[in-house]
């Protein structure tokens, strides 16, 4: 069984950066591929960006490139996601995932309770 808890959300302006925190506990996360996804209010969940455990590529979508950044630390259990440049699109909850896989993304299956992140403009 794994725990992933998610902090770092909050409001800032436009422009503003924040970096979000997903802890795991429990079984090892360590040899997992790990992503975030977010959800803004009546949209479907979106995939953000992973980062695959075997090889250390990391992937984003067009929306977030060059913005967002995701890393790890094993030592830590956690995986981060600096966020730069925050758009008023980008406000949404904010969700961690662990995939099955050290490979994957193949199948998330294990999910945070999520963060809310709001950006003003």
């Known amino acids: 069984q794994v725990q992933l808890v998610e902090s770092g959300g909050g409001l800032v302006q436009a422009g503003g950066s924040l970096r979000l925190s997903c802890a795991a506990s429990?079984?090892?996360?360590?040899?997992?591929?790990m992503g975030w996804f977010r959800q803004a209010p009546g949209k479907e969940r979106e995939f953000v960006a992973t980062i695959i455990w075997s090889s250390g590529n990391t992937y984003y979508a067009d929306s977030v490139k060059g913005r967002f950044t995701i890393s790890r630390d094993n030592a830590k259990n956690t995986v981060y996601l600096q966020m730069n440049s925050l758009k008023p699109e980008d406000t949404a909850v904010y969700y961690c995932?662990?995939?099955?896989?050290?490979?994957?993304?193949?199948?998330?299956?294990?999910w945070g309770q999520g963060t809310q992140v709001t950006v003003s403009s």
């Open positions: 429990g079984r090892t996360f360590r040899s997992y591929t």
């Open positions: 995932a662990k995939d099955r896989t050290s490979w994957g993304p193949l199948v998330y299956d294990y």
